[in-house]
């Protein structure tokens, strides 16, 4: 048993570890003021990373893309999220790493004058669904409100630039519902505020395949359902085909794989989360003990 010395969280701010209620940026930094940043959350369950190679993978090619430098590298960073985590004695947590812009010379709006900076936390899991709607399924809005393009802001590289989901968010909630899903220009649904989207129709594994983050709990159902002999098909999903589908669940880092029961007015399949989604969801969290994805911590040292 680990005590677990700040329960709240540890956070890793300018070369220091300070418990999460202290942890502060400079209000001039363009990660703040500009949304310039970039960041990948890997979560810990039971003492161990999940993923994380895969989460570093990606989180360095963000990085790449939006050209920022986060001064360490991946080895640097698992030491920097694995003492977070130590430090804080929490056996399952949510884990940010993040890479701001930071801020030119005073006066100058040249971007790579910056200085780039790097942050992570480390703080209690997060499940973005609560416990009764992960028994009994969520219920999604499909928005109006269009997912930024593709050519404009890269959803492949994680960014802050949440406008659109917030907004789409805002009005699902105040709709009733408990989530949200944006569409393409060409009314195809991309993803919601945190999740890729799935669902199963005549037997048949859907998620889009463009216009949204490629997420790592993503990569996971479809690794999980090609072991079984499924062949996912990645494709542009039409919203009317979610609404019609006999399963639906999204997948995220926050809560790994949770059902959704109602899109829109649509109620799906039986109303109660399908017999597929909860195989999935079984196979999800088993393989959080397969030593490949998994880096224990040593919480001792
Ligand atoms: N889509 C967006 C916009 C996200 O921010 C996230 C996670 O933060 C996801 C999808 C799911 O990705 P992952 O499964 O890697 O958590």
């Known amino acids: 048993m680990t005590p677990t010395q700040f329960p709240d969280g540890m956070a890793f701010v300018q070369g220091r570890y300070v418990p999460i209620a202290e942890a502060a940026i400079p209000i001039t930094d363009w990660g703040f003021l500009r949304s310039d940043a970039t960041y990948d959350v890997v979560t810990v369950w039971d003492g161990a990373f999940f993923r994380l190679e895969a989460h570093l993978e990606r989180f360095?090619?963000?990085?790449?893309?939006?050209?920022?430098?986060?001064?360490?590298?991946?080895?640097?960073?698992?030491?920097?999220?694995?003492?977070?985590?130590?430090?804080?004695?929490?056996?399952s947590s949510y884990v940010e790493m993040i890479c701001t812009r930071g801020q030119p010379a005073w006066g100058s709006r040249d971007p790579r004058q910056a200085v780039n900076q790097f942050y992570a936390f480390a703080v209690p899991y997060v499940w973005i669904a609560n416990a009764e709607q992960r028994d009994q399924g969520l219920h999604l809005k499909i928005s109006e409100v269009q997912r930024i393009p593709s050519t404009s802001v890269d959803p492949r590289a994680k960014n802050y630039h949440w406008n659109d989901l917030t907004m789409g968010l805002l009005d699902a909630l105040d709709a009733g519902a408990d989530s949200v899903l944006l569409v393409d220009a060409q009314g195809n649904v991309v993803e919601g505020p945190g999740?890729?989207?799935?669902?199963?129709?005549?037997?048949?594994?859907?998620?889009?395949?463009?216009?949204m983050l490629e997420g790592i709990t993503r990569r996971t159902v479809i690794e999980i359902a090609q072991s079984r002999g499924m062949t996912p098909q990645l494709r542009p999903l039409p919203a009317d085909e979610l609404r019609h589908a006999d399963e639906v669940f999204i997948t995220t880092s926050g809560g790994g794989i949770l059902p959704v029961t109602r899109v829109d007015q649509c109620q799906i399949g039986d109303g109660r989360p399908g017999p597929i989604t909860r195989q999935l969801i079984q196979t999800y969290w088993d393989w959080h003990q397969n030593p490949a994805y998994s880096l224990a911590i040593d919480y001792s040292r």
Do not use: M
């Open 60 to 91: 360095l090619h963000s990085c790449q893309r939006w050209r920022l430098d986060p001064g360490l590298n991946a080895q640097q960073i698992t030491e920097v999220l694995s003492q977070c985590v130590r430090l804080s004695g929490l056996r």
């Open 195 to 211: 999740f890729n989207v799935f669902c199963l129709r005549h037997g048949a594994l859907i998620t889009p395949d463009a216009g």
